[in-house]
């Protein structure tokens, strides 16, 4: 068989993590890369073996891939997923799906309509111990679910490379939504959300962090603290070079019969030289021999054998719509400093 032939839209950070992943598979190969930013996709195509373009539509026609990979800018996915569904190719979609519930809705319509497999990369779902608790709850280990709480601070790196474009709900909080969403799958009455602003409100006018409630019908709760506001010091060593740096990450969850703890502060390798204190990102996607491996090679690996084998992707469009909802309403709780209701009018 044919390797599958993929195409990439969006050739920044994660469009080259997502590509360079994909194609270590030897069933899946690289035929085109796209972005306005002309220079990145040659990059990125000159590293995969393939043409690059400035156009997604040129790229899709002449490339004709089988399915794509898109990680354009948030506020950019609708386009590029309508016109690859229109030409019968599966998306895979790095998170969020949208920025506004339109946008989900229409995506998610084109892909059924035109039936391609539509794919989120929330890549928590595919890291072990993320995965094991949602296991552990599922087989009522901790009885009746009460509570999670999830923190996913980031270092001020972080929102100095994306320049202000994005606050940090709608780039780091919609992991640890989707994982709640995931481990208790119930209806949401309401979210609150509080932002703090110092360091990255002065230079680049979003907020540092923030704390977010998610309501259950059941009364249960979901809360996260998520931000960028770590000082440099905290991922700014030099060397190794292969150790990628990370965050303050964790996710405890409460229930009537037990508790489920994962600490990734640090994550399970720390190091100190006479420069610091180094903690890597052994989990996301760490490479080895020049190859990423982790939960970005378990996410891929699951969609390209969605589409080998026909089945269904664990992370669908509708759980990407479900994330985008408690994300705007959040962004809309800060703006408004009240509790938002669900479902979004």
């Given at each position: 068989?044919?390797?599958?032939?993929?195409?990439?839209?969006?050739?920044?950070?994660?469009?080259?993590?997502?590509?360079?992943?994909a194609?270590?598979?030897?069933?899946?190969?690289?035929?085109?890369?796209?972005?306005?930013?002309?220079?990145?996709?040659?990059?990125?195509?000159?590293?995969?073996g393939?043409?690059?373009?400035?156009?997604?539509?040129?790229?899709l026609?002449?490339?004709?891939?089988?399915?794509?990979?898109?990680a354009t800018?948030?506020?950019?996915?609708?386009?590029?997923?309508?016109?690859?569904?229109?030409?019968?190719?599966?998306?895979?979609?790095?998170k969020?799906?949208?920025?506004?519930?339109?946008?989900?809705?229409?995506?998610?319509?084109?892909?059924?309509?035109?039936?391609?497999?539509?794919?989120?990369?929330?890549?928590?779902?595919?890291?072990?111990?993320?995965a094991?608790?949602?296991s552990?709850?599922?087989?009522?280990?901790?009885?009746?679910?009460?509570?999670?709480?999830?923190?996913?601070?980031?270092?001020?790196?972080?929102?100095?490379?994306?320049?202000?474009?994005?606050?940090p709900?709608?780039?780091?909080?919609?992991?640890?939504?989707?994982?709640?969403?995931?481990?208790h799958?119930?209806?949401v009455?309401?979210?609150?959300?509080?932002?703090?602003?110092?360091?990255?409100?002065?230079?680049?006018?979003?907020?540092?962090?923030?704390?977010?409630?998610?309501e259950?019908?059941?009364?249960?709760?979901?809360?996260?603290?998520?931000?960028?506001?770590?000082?440099?010091?905290?991922?700014?060593?030099?060397?190794?070079?292969?150790?990628?740096?990370?965050?303050?990450?964790?996710?405890n969850?409460?229930?009537?019969?037990?508790?489920l703890?994962?600490?990734?502060?640090?994550?399970?390798?720390?190091?100190?030289?006479?420069?610091?204190?180094?903690?890597?990102?052994?989990?996301?996607?760490?490479?080895?021999?020049?190859?990423?491996?982790?939960?970005?090679?378990?996410?891929?690996?699951?969609?390209?054998?969605?589409?080998?084998?026909?089945?269904?992707?664990?992370?669908?469009g509708?759980?990407?719509?479900?994330?985008?909802?408690?994300?705007?309403?959040?962004?809309?709780?800060?703006?408004?400093?009240?509790?938002?209701?669900?479902?979004?009018?």
């Amino acid at each position: 068989m044919d390797p599958i032939a993929f195409g990439v839209i969006g050739s920044g950070f994660m469009g080259s993590v997502l590509a360079n992943t994909a194609a270590q598979f030897p069933y899946a190969r690289c035929v085109g890369t796209a972005d306005t930013a002309l220079a990145r996709a040659e990059a990125l195509g000159q590293a995969l073996g393939c043409r690059a373009y400035a156009s997604y539509e040129e790229m899709l026609d002449r490339e004709k891939p089988i399915a794509v990979i898109i990680a354009t800018p948030e506020d950019f996915h609708r386009e590029p997923a309508l016109a690859a569904a229109a030409r019968g190719c599966h998306v895979f979609m790095e998170k969020p799906l949208a920025t506004s519930l339109q946008d989900s809705d229409t995506i998610i319509a084109a892909c059924a309509h035109h039936q391609v497999k539509l794919m989120l990369g929330h890549i928590l779902r595919f890291e072990i111990n993320y995965a094991l608790i949602e296991s552990a709850i599922r087989e009522g280990t901790i009885g009746r679910f009460l509570s999670a709480y999830a923190r996913r601070v980031t270092p001020i790196s972080e929102a100095h490379r994306l320049g202000g474009r994005v606050s940090p709900i709608s780039y780091i909080a919609v992991y640890d939504i989707d994982q709640i969403l995931w481990y208790h799958p119930q209806p949401v009455r309401s979210v609150y959300a509080r932002a703090v602003r110092g360091r990255v409100w002065d230079e680049l006018r979003t907020f540092d962090s923030a704390w977010v409630t998610i309501e259950f019908v059941d009364g249960s709760l979901g809360i996260q603290e998520v931000g960028w506001a770590l000082p440099e010091g905290w991922a700014g060593w030099n060397t190794p070079v292969s150790w990628g740096g990370f965050g303050d990450v964790c996710m405890n969850v409460l229930g009537t019969e037990g508790v489920l703890n994962l600490n990734f502060t640090p994550m399970d390798l720390y190091g100190v030289t006479r420069d610091g204190w180094k903690l890597p990102d052994t989990r996301h996607w760490p490479k080895v021999d020049g190859k990423y491996v982790g939960a970005v090679k378990l996410e891929l690996e699951h969609f390209l054998g969605c589409i080998l084998n026909d089945t269904q992707p664990r992370v669908t469009g509708a759980d990407g719509r479900r994330s985008v909802e408690i994300m705007l309403a959040a962004e809309l709780s800060i703006a408004e400093d009240r509790v938002v209701p669900l479902p979004l009018a």
